[in-house]
């Protein structure tokens, strides 16, 4: 019970900051959408670092390393550390100061200018709302568990808050906050959840450390003891092929268009400096606890039915209740700053990139622009509410779609590297790499629902010397050549497909090259040749 | 032009550095007793992830972005 009073207490308090927000809002898009472009340098960190980790980085973590070990950290986090404050260092600047100088506040409206285009733009945004809309509805499946997971009574083993309570609450929150406060509510928020959840890992190791019977190290070292565990503390069943693909992953995060988006939104470029470098401790402090008690767990608790709910059990068990609930609540920030964002972002894409683009803004103006904006968040939110609902036994094709997106949005990389930094690139050489993309991920997604773990899809030559070119891995994922992931072939085939068609067509106008690549104009472009 | 090739080879070195295969089989040593070696190697590698951030800041910060959004105030 206790538990549930703080997350519930804090979901309230969250609600209160978005109508606080609400008061300061004017009503046009970039307020709306930017908060007039006016985040500040450690609310730029604290926001843009909510917007990239979810409920996985605290829970699917945790989870992962019961399953597969300690090397889930370099698999998914260390990789991160460099590639994405990479990206946020080379891109995120870049498109600030376009937004900055041109008034863009979505990638889509770059992309149309920079390559004098129209409905390549609406393709490039269709595929990109296709692959965040699992995300999003995910992000509240993920709410509504851990909600029920938190509330379950010990004694009777039923949640107080169920399933379906779970997953309105947090979508009603959510909405809430965007609805009211924008970006605005939606940062300020995000203030105090990436506090919590920067917060969640020290404090959890400590507390479970303190209340376990023996220390760490007796735990671990049982671990590698034993050849039934010992995997669990090396990598020696972590294909190194799936190792190096994974740092290809995290090119995607400067893609997805809530993380693109929260880049227009910083008053100084120097809001940057901080956030690349805070990027990897922030990560650090997360993941390393979360994966390391996951592993813990396997040792302290010995087998549970859902290893995705290792690190709550051991709360539940190791933490006084009153913690729990903050801990908790540090979970649930996690799905929430991430869903906000999410939220945000589709309502932003669908009002400037179809809605405005299409004519609505002439028509209707800018005040009417944000009640459509805020239409939108409602119905977005009911839709994906009822589809968590509908299809909570189907959430493993949800997270199945969302592994696809993070390999999608890496592959659409190239295109915005293209856009940044190279002068000779066609809108339909942006086209070739949106429809490979598109096309791969259908492919993927057929293969997988129509063949089995094992099946080779294509090789070439035959008997002993063939070479599987595409095959499913024993855990049914689509696999390349020796066991590299999809996300390997698929970056690489949009940057020829880029560069290839790109050589093929003509290039966009002088004036328009000019405009983003000339020294004179000081184009955010001319610094990288 | 040196400059930027050292920052290019650093950067390329430390994404290299992230397939420890000398690490894989291996539980110990483990530092302070209870990080497992490839764990603790991962955990400094994003130390080592700030520290190479910290000077691509430093030494190839795009100054003229910062400049044109002062002199725009």
């Keep these: 019970m206790i538990p549930v009073v703080v997350i519930l207490a804090y979901l309230a308090l969250i609600a209160f900051i978005g109508s606080v927000a609400f008061k300061k809002n004017r009503e046009d898009t970039e307020d709306f959408f930017l908060a007039s472009r006016s985040v500040g340098s450690l609310v730029f960190f604290l926001s843009l670092f909510a917007t990239n980790m979810t409920a996985f980085a605290i829970l699917g973590s945790s989870g992962q390393a019961y399953r597969q070990g300690i090397g889930i950290y370099g698999l998914m986090a260390s990789s991160s550390c460099l590639v994405i404050p990479l990206t946020i260092f080379f891109i995120g600047t870049r498109l600030w100061a376009l937004g900055k100088k041109f008034g863009y506040q979505t990638q889509v409206a770059f992309f149309r200018e920079r390559w004098e285009c129209n409905h390549i733009g609406t393709v490039i945004f269709a595929l990109s709302a296709a692959m965040l809309v699992p995300y999003m509805i995910i992000s509240i499946m993920g709410g509504g568990t851990v909600l029920a997971n938190l509330s379950t009574s010990s004694a009777t083993h039923q949640p107080l808050i169920p399933y379906a309570w779970g997953c309105a609450v947090v979508a009603v929150v959510v909405t809430l906050n965007v609805f009211l406060g924008g970006m605005r509510g939606t940062v300020w928020v995000n203030v105090l959840q990436t506090t919590l959840f920067l917060c969640f890992g020290a404090v959890a190791v400590a507390v479970i450390s303190s209340q376990l019977p023996f220390g760490f190290s007796h735990y671990m070292h049982d671990l590698a003891a034993n050849e039934k565990t010992r995997f669990l503390v090396t990598r020696e069943r972590m294909p190194p092929q799936a190792f190096w693909s994974y740092t290809l992953i995290p090119l995607s995060s400067i893609m997805f268009p809530h993380m693109a988006i929260m880049c227009f939104s910083a008053r100084r470029v120097s809001a940057f400096k901080q956030t690349v470098v805070a990027y990897p401790i922030a990560i650090l402090a997360i993941w390393l606890p979360c994966v390391f008690l996951g ?15 290792v690190l709550l059990l051991m709360l539940q068990k190791y933490a006084p209740a009153w913690l729990a609930g903050v801990l908790g609540a540090g979970i649930i920030s996690a799905v929430m700053g991430s869903d906000a964002h999410q939220v945000l972002a589709l309502s932003t894409m669908f009002t400037k990139d179809v809605f405005a683009h299409y004519g609505g803004h002439e028509k209707f103006g800018e005040r009417r622009s944000v009640h459509f904006a805020r239409g939108f968040i409602v119905v977005v939110t009911v839709i994906a509410y009822l589809v968590a609902l509908s299809l909570r036994e189907k959430q493993g094709i949800f997270e199945i779609a969302v592994r696809y997106a993070f390999s999608g949005f890496a592959a659409m990389a190239p295109v915005m590297v293209a856009a940044l930094f190279w002068r000779r690139s066609t809108k339909w050489g942006a086209l070739a790499a949106t429809l490979f993309v598109a096309a791969f991920l259908v492919w993927t997604a057929l293969m997988q629902t129509s063949h089995k773990p094992g099946d080779v899809l294509w090789q070439l030559g035959q008997g002993q010397e063939a ?22 072939p698929m970056v690489a085939g949009s940057a020829l497909c880029l560069i290839i ?3 093929l067509t003509k290039p966009p106008s002088k004036t328009t090259i000019d405009k983003y690549f000339s020294v004179s104009s000081e184009s955010p472009s001319q610094y990288v040749h | 032009m040196t400059k930027k090739l050292l920052l290019v080879l650093l950067i390329l070195a430390l994404y290299a550095a992230h397939q420890d295969f000398w690490n894989w089989r291996q539980a ?7 990080l497992p070696v490839g764990l603790a190697y991962h955990a400094a590698y994003s130390i080592a992830a700030a520290a190479l951030m910290a000077v691509l800041v430093k030494t190839a910060w795009p100054q003229e972005l910062e400049e044109r959004d002062k002199s725009s105030k």
């Design chain 1, 295 to 309: 592993v813990l767990g396997l040792a302290a608790l010995g087998k549970i039915p859902d290893p995705d709910g």
């Design chain 2, 28 to 34: 110990e040593p483990m530092i302070f007793g209870f």
């Design chain 1, 467 to 488: 070479i599987r070119v595409f095959f499913l891995n024993p855990r049914g994922d689509v696999a390349f050549w020796n066991g590299f992931m999809t996300v390997a």
């Design chain 1, 501 to 503: 068609f790109s050589l």
